[in-house]
């Protein structure tokens, strides 16, 4: 299996960048019913005290990362999303251009390495453009 390793991966980059701002105020006391119904532990974040939460993070029992959410835009919706495998990054799933539909999805091995990028660039929600740096 060949990849290509990522030096700085925009997202990772970006979640340390934005945990360093989170406030403490924002936690939410109770977590939403399906999360507790699967025994996880979620929080949610106000980073910015403007009373609307704009980021959400999902612990497994084990205590590791289930998958966090964000909301660059500050509208309340959620526009990129990370997801985990045995704690290490496996997906990272975007809505650049915040219309409430996923357009770029970036799958990765090890935490860090680029397997697969695809992107829809008509909003059909068929990715038009493949790297697939898995392939032999």
Do not use: W
Not at 3 to 12: G, Q, T
Not at 14 to 25: E, I, Q, R, T
Not at 52 to 72: A, C, M
Request: proline fraction near 3%.
């Amino acid at each position: 299996m060949k990849v290509r390793p990522v030096i700085a991966l925009l997202a990772v980059v970006s979640a340390c960048a934005f945990a360093l701002d989170v406030k403490a105020g924002g936690q939410s006391p109770q977590p939403p019913a399906k999360a507790q119904a699967a025994g996880a532990v979620f929080t949610e974040t106000d980073s910015d005290g403007d009373g609307r939460i704009d980021y959400s993070v999902y612990f497994l029992k084990t205590g590791q990362k289930e998958h966090e959410e964000f909301d660059y835009n500050k509208d309340s919706v959620m526009d990129d999303f990370l997801y985990y495998v045995e704690g290490l990054l496996s997906r990272e799933e975007i809505d650049s251009n915040y219309d409430g539909k996923i357009d770029i999805r970036v799958f990765l091995s090890e935490g860090k390495y680029i397997k697969r990028y695809e992107r829809d660039l008509d909003g059909d929600g068929v990715a038009d453009v493949i790297k697939d740096y898995d392939k032999k």
